[in-house]
């Protein structure tokens, strides 16, 4: 149990288009989805939190209006780089977590989107 | 804030060699603490953990012990393979894993036949 996936794996886009990234939760309804950037070489950063049917938090020094979260269901989030440029190529993670108390009350890990803007 | 500190790598090692990366943590109260490990090209799965203090997390031959006193969380293998070959991250959440994780920087091992 506890298998979130993301789509796609990998993804190529020229500079100034927009990317969409799915993250869900196959076998759990996550409350709560988070997003990681991973810098190469470097560890996961926090961008946001996204409770389903509200609005996302993001961590200090995130671009709202660049990175949209939406979690409109229990298994399903996605985040939408947009106006790509390169400086934004990273690799994503995502993570879902279930309800407090319930048995997926930690946050469980993607496999991560490689995405690169050229 | 909260905070971890790993050894930095690239740390290599021979097959069947004792392995151990440092990690220590700053946090406030008494956090949960992990190991994640990312093996090439894919993503994080959680390795072992640790709830409360003098607990032992272990899986797949690794261990680490919550040491409260020394603020530490050292990972351990006493013989590694090489399918080992990884990157592994400490990480606590103060919270259980249930708010914000909060990651050190990777510490990539390769293990050589």
């Known amino acids: 149990g506890a298998v979130v996936s993301q789509h796609p794996s990998w993804v190529i886009c020229k500079s100034g288009t927009s990317v969409k990234i799915e993250c869900r939760s196959l076998?759990?309804?996550?409350?709560?989805m988070f997003w990681y950037r991973q810098f190469p070489k470097q560890s996961l950063m926090l961008m946001a939190t996204?409770?389903?049917?509200?609005?996302?938090?993001?961590e200090q020094g995130v671009e709202k209006d660049k990175f949209l979260i939406n979690h409109a269901s229990l298994t399903l989030s996605t985040l939408t780089v947009t106006s790509a440029h390169p400086e934004d190529s990273s690799f994503y993670i995502c993570?879902?977590?279930?309800?407090?108390?319930?048995?997926?009350?930690?946050?469980?890990f993607g496999p991560g989107t490689r995405l690169t803007v050229l | 804030g909260n905070s971890v500190t790993q050894m930095e790598g690239p740390v290599t090692l021979s097959e069947e060699a004792f392995l151990t990366i440092n990690c220590t943590y700053t946090?406030?109260?008494?956090?949960?603490l992990f190991w994640y490990v990312q093996y090439p090209g894919e993503g994080l799965q959680l390795l072992l953990k640790?709830?409360?203090?003098?607990d032992k997390g272990s899986n797949k031959g690794f261990e680490a012990t919550y040491r409260k006193e020394t603020t530490s969380f050292h990972l351990e293998k006493g013989s590694v393979q090489v399918s080992d070959s990884a990157v592994y991250f400490c990480?606590?959440?103060?919270?259980?894993?249930?708010?914000?994780?909060?990651f050190g920087t990777g510490t990539k091992l390769q293990v050589i036949p």
């Open positions: 993570s879902a977590r279930g309800l407090a108390g319930g048995p997926y009350n930690e946050q469980f």
């Open positions: 076998d759990f309804q996550a409350t709560t």
């Open positions: 996204s409770n389903e049917g509200s609005k996302a938090t993001y």
């Open positions: 946090a406030t109260g008494y956090p949960s």
């Open positions: 640790a709830t409360k203090a003098d």
């Open positions: 990480a606590l959440s103060s919270s259980g894993g249930y708010q914000k994780v909060t």
